[in-house]
């Protein structure tokens, strides 16, 4: 099992920032990506960002540009920079860790993102 712990969410202006963090532990691997996923009221979950442990990076559209994915390996933990934030990014954001042993891997608890207009 992994345990992640996500810290950095709350309620902000359009345009402007906001930075999440995810810490993994348990039984982590060196071959692993992590990423964000979010999911608006109403909505499926989405892909946001994910980045493996080689630092590939994968962005949805929607946010490219705005976003930076980023991790530590050395401390299990990915980050979400988020910039030019709009009110269409309020969503709960969900971390996701998914060691090469796991299909769908393992998931955060939620962070809620609001972004006010």
């Known amino acids: 099992q992994v345990q992640l712990v996500e810290s950095g969410g709350g309620l902000v202006q359009a345009g402007g920032s906001l930075r999440l963090s995810c810490a993994a532990s348990?039984?982590?691997?060196?071959?692993?990506?992590m990423g964000w996923y979010r999911q608006a009221p109403g909505k499926q979950r989405e892909l946001v960002a994910t980045?493996?442990?080689?630092?590939?990076?994968n962005y949805a559209d929607s946010v490219k540009g705005r976003f930076t994915v980023s991790r530590d390996n050395a401390k299990n933990t990915v980050y979400l920079q988020m910039n030019s934030l709009k009110p269409e990014d309020t969503a709960v954001y969900y971390c996701?860790?998914?060691?090469?042993?796991?299909?769908?891997?393992?998931w955060g608890q939620g962070a809620q993102v609001t972004v006010s207009s």
């Open positions: 348990g039984s982590t691997a060196s071959i692993n990506s």
């Open positions: 980045i493996n442990s080689g630092g590939t990076t």
């Open positions: 996701n860790y998914r060691p090469y042993y796991s299909t769908n891997g393992f």
